[in-house]
T-cell receptor, first 114, second 111 residues
Framework: GNSVTQMEGPVTLSEEAFLTINCTYT??????LFWYVQYPGEGLQLLLK?????DKGSNKGFEATYRKETTSFHLEKGSVQVSDSAVYFC?????????????FGSGTQLTVLP | ETGVTQTPRHLVMGMTNKKSLKCEQH?????MYWYKQSAKKPLELMFV???????ENNSVPSRFSPECPNSSHLFLHLHTLQPEDSALYLC??????????FGEGSRLTVL
């Protein structure tokens, strides 16, 4: 079956530190990969996505590269801000018939301190 | 603003009450979803509707009853819930390309 494994949190960083949140996946077929972010008291928002191997998704200074050889989609940001404090979810989707649901990881809580 | 609106944002109900959660999307998507988010647990997919037909029901107890009257509206009818049903209920919609657009959620507390 399909699954997503994220590094366990919580992750606490100082402002301007470098961020990596690891994500690996298991999938039958060729998935599309996503990172979602959930700020306190809100729903999930799409942060970035990649639909094929070697694609790099980027948004708001965050980046993730679809690595088929290592089945990974690690999230990175060069300099985090306090406003980046949130829960980050890695997800995958396989196009299969009418199935359109995503498989989510368990989420990683990030806290950025001033 | 994601284009997916959920009401109410907060709901407190007794175990014998009947209530409904509402979701509305203005994005022209034709698939809609209900997810349950509980503390310290992964997101749980509850129901999927595609073109107003239910295509997924992940063994959800019958005390949760979804309704999708058209492609823009999705309801979750609640009756005789249990305290362990207290959670954040998230609605989402998607285009064919698959990325989900979530509402802000309805925080449910069952007393």
């Amino acid at each position: 079956g399909n699954s997503v494994t994220q590094m366990e949190g919580p992750v606490t960083l100082s402002e301007e530190a470098f961020l990596t949140i690891n994500c690996t996946y298991t999938a039958t077929g060729y998935p599309s990969l996503f990172w979602y972010v959930q700020y306190p008291g809100e729903g999930l928002q799409l942060l970035l996505k990649a639909t094929k191997a070697d694609d790099k998704g980027s948004n708001k200074g965050f980046e993730a590269t679809y690595r088929k050889e290592t089945t990974s989609f690690h999230l990175e940001k060069g300099s985090v801000q306090v406003s980046d404090s949130a829960v980050y979810f890695c997800a995958l989707r396989i196009l299969s018939g009418s199935a359109r649901q995503l498989t989510f990881g368990s989420g990683t809580q990030l806290t950025v301190l001033p | 603003e994601t284009g997916v609106t959920q009401t109410p944002r907060h709901l407190v109900m007794g175990m014998t009450n009947k209530k409904s959660l509402k979701c509305e999307q203005h994005l022209g998507h034709n698939a809609m979803y209900w997810y349950k988010q509980s503390a310290k647990k992964p997101l749980e997919l509850m129901f999927v509707y595609s073109l107003e037909e239910r295509v997924e029901n992940n063994s959800v107890p019958s005390r949760f009853s979804p309704e999708c009257p058209n492609s823009s509206h999705l309801f979750l009818h609640l009756h005789t819930l249990q305290p362990e049903d207290s959670a954040l209920y998230l609605c989402a919609s998607s285009p064919y390309t698959g990325e989900l657009f979530f509402g802000e959620g309805s925080r449910l507390t069952v007393l």
